[in-house]
């Protein structure tokens, strides 16, 4: 069982909004701006598309973003498209053991 | 562009051995810390192990302690994880990823570059 814990399924049509949880303890997301969350197309490199809870890399589309509230972070994808339907995963730096942790990922679905 | 290529992965029986390899490029190798992370069949990410530029910083999941070791080599660019008595649940695909945040003591905080991964599988 991952430490941090996401659905493992969301699904939404093209233009909608979809938002995907991520829940955590005091030790990783309630104390830390450490979340991150990953988009991985199986088969290919797992791709950062936001660090720090809500920071986006360059290149990554404003369509993504990311909070946090307590012991839970959120990704948030608007003006769905095609091109976002992949496996998404959040991560969160935890002080028990002093490292990252993940969560088991979520299947988005795009209608 | 930044590249991480995977290789070295197979078959391999339990107890066996097998030497993973990350050929870096598009970026100044030396200067970044590494690291691995796996992915298990139906499992989420794992965090395997984690290594400063200098070879220093070396840390490990717990599962893998004894076991498994991290190195690299700054001229060839390249990053290594070998792993020894290998298990069944040790069968996953195998990331190297390149670590940020790791100037303070909450390293990491995310992983910013990630390869294609490399499968291990651990079957008699």
């Known amino acids: 069982q991952s430490a941090l814990t996401q659905p493992a399924s969301v699904s939404g049509s093209p233009g909608q909004s979809i938002t995907i949880s991520c829940t955590g303890t005091s030790s990783d997301i309630g104390t830390y701006n450490y979340v991150s969350w990953y988009q991985h197309h199986p088969g290919k490199a797992p791709k950062l598309m936001i660090y720090e809870v809500r920071n986006r890399p360059s290149g990554v589309p404003d369509r993504f973003s990311g909070s946090k509230s307590g012991n839970t972070a959120s990704l948030t994808i608007s003006g769905l498209q095609a091109e976002d339907e992949a496996d998404y995963y959040c991560?969160?730096?935890?002080?028990?053991?002093?490292?990252?942790?993940f969560g088991g990922g979520t299947k988005l679905t795009v209608l | 562009e930044v590249q991480l290529v995977e290789s070295g992965g197979g078959l391999v029986q339990p107890g066996g051995s097998l030497r993973l390899s990350c050929a870096a490029s598009?970026?100044?190798?030396?200067?970044?810390?590494m690291s691995w992370v796996r992915q298990a069949p139906g499992k989420g990410l794992e965090w395997v192990a984690i290594?400063?530029?200098?070879?220093?910083?070396?840390r490990y999941v717990d599962s893998v302690k004894g076991r498994f070791t991290i190195s690299r080599d700054n001229a060839k660019n390249s990053l290594y994880l070998l792993m020894n008595s290998l298990r069944a649940e040790d069968t996953a695909v195998y990331y190297c990823a390149r670590p940020r945040g790791c100037s303070t003591a909450t390293c990491p905080t995310h992983f910013d570059y990630w390869g294609q991964g490399n499968l291990v599988t651990v079957s008699a």
């Open positions: 290594m400063d530029e200098y070879g220093n910083g070396i």
């Open positions: 991560s969160s730096y935890r002080s028990t053991s002093s490292s990252v942790t």
């Open positions: 598009g970026f100044s190798f030396r200067g970044f810390s």
